[in-house]
């Protein structure tokens, strides 16, 4: 009979355990419980910066849930990396490492504890995890591809302990770095392991500041993705299909260099903290991360997609460091952001000099972000007939976005989201922008106005319904890809006509929308296209009135 006292409800679940721990307690049992007892306080400290709860103590590990699967991940790979910076200096008496595993799924309320399959099936990931290393679900694995910086081994089906079902897992890996081999593991069988390179870019979280006195807006976007000053022709991997002929694209060239250092490439180790790679700071901020750079001894650094800091310097440890770092910076963002949430909080995102911040970086449109061309006579930004914005956005905009009087530019994103902030220059106006929209959307976005002037022009011919980016139109070779990222700056008037069977037509800084229309048709045809389409006009996904 079914009690209908039970209190069931979804959440994610992360298990924690220490590999090998009875060889060491029977070494010295004392000291194996003190240095047991430090790591699990640190890593208790960090499930609570993620809103994680940690409900059970497992005499050498720990159980704990939390709201988000992403965050349960992030606080999954910061925990290990502290276990790692701590055995790096630690002597062999004190090394200490780890298994981790989460799962999404449903739980059953018993007091403050909570049982249930969700629960035995995050601890038996736990026990497949590589040593050092996290095991998820693919119930987890769904929520974070595209937001976190891993990568991810695909060990198929697995059979274990107690499950009467197969559990399809994925053992994750900083960085895109293979994992480490596998504690020996508690399954009955196991699927070949298929091994995929997946880069999963991009949060659920996040906005950024208003330097000098500005404000922004926010609305109808689903949170994705996050930031740090990438070259853009990484953002997107694309699989071979019909190539297109040089002749067929028709795309100004994207220019040598971005002004700011492009983000590392996918290492094993920490990544290197550099100034100039932090994402959402206006520019003033910047002399600030040198000094923290420069600074030595226990130290961190917390960030906040509003683009404000906080660092704590010569602490006594790390642990100290990162949690003064953290509640300094949530204070200042709890001053100074009229309507706080969720995404407001800060984040950590160095620890001493190594970057430990799990987010990649956005998605944005080839530096230097908007047309090298503007319109013609200038065309004024009039809320009232710019696209893809609903009536509540133009009327924020009219009463702010007009009326501000520091350099703002205006994105817009995927799914009708619309953002602007002011800052101190154009540049960095446009760069904080696409990145914060790239963050948020996970795909590159537009900087449809700057300062008061419209960038780029309406399509009159067909209706404008959504932001273009290179996933809409299929699955591009590389070439198609590096031709659409160009599209993305090109100068109007501009289109993009496609064929089913992948041929694509591209035109740019054409005289007329009509020109633009007929020029793409004509490169599709060229390229090999029997039934080619316009799907883009300008920087927008169109259809037929």
Known sequence: MTDTHLVRRLTTILAIDVVAFSTMSARNEEHALGLLGQRMDTAGTLIREHRGRVFKLTGDGLLAEFASPVEAVRAALEIQEAMRSANATAGPDDQLVLRIGVNLGDVVESGDDLMGDAVNVAVRLESISATGGICVSSSVYDQIIGKLMLGAEDIGEQHVKNIPRPIHA??????????????????????????????????VVALLVAAAGGTWYLRGATLSGPPQNAHPT????????????????????????????????????????????????????????????????????????RGIIAMATRRVDVETARRVALEECDKTVLREVPVFRDYDRCMIYAVGNDVVWSFRPPPTPPFPYVPSKRPSPPIAFDP?????????????????????????????????????????????????????CGHLTGRPCVVYALNNDALVQTPTMMRPVNILTPTDIGNLDPNQHEAVMRYLIANDWRAIAASSAGRLGIASDRASEQDAVAAARQACAQAGGTDCTVVAIGPFLVEPK
């Not at 900083?174 to 020996?184: C, I, N, Q, R, S």
């Not at 069988?189 to 091994?195: D, E, G, I, L, N």
């Not at 997107?236 to 795309?251: E, R």
């Not at 100034?275 to 420069?294: G, I, K, Q, T, W």
Request: charged share 20%; no cysteine.
């Open 234 to 305: 990484s953002a997107t991997a694309s699989a071979p299909q019909a190539a297109v002929p040089q002749a067929a694209a028709s795309a100004p060239a994207v220019p040598a260099a971005a002004p700011t250092p492009a983000a590392p490439p996918p290492a094993a180790g920490p990544r290197p903290f550099i100034p100039a790679e932090v994402p959402f700071l206006p520019d003033f901020r910047r002399r600030a991360l040198e000094n923290y750079a420069a600074d030595e001894g226990s130290k961190a650094l917390a960030i906040s997609i």
């Open 170 to 203: 994925y053992r994750l890996t900083v960085d895109g770095a293979k994992p480490v081999a596998a504690h020996p593991a508690h399954t009955a069988a196991k699927a070949a392991p298929r091994s995929r390179s997946l880069l999963l870019g991009a949060a």
């Open 384 to 436: 009232t007939t710019a696209p893809l914005l609903n009536v509540p956005a133009r009327e924020r905009l009219a009463e702010h976005y007009l009326k501000a009087v520091h350099s703002r530019a205006l994105v817009l994103g995927r799914n009708h989201f619309d953002w602007w902030t002011s800052s101190n220059n154009d540049d960095d106006a446009i760069r904080r922008n696409v990145q914060i």
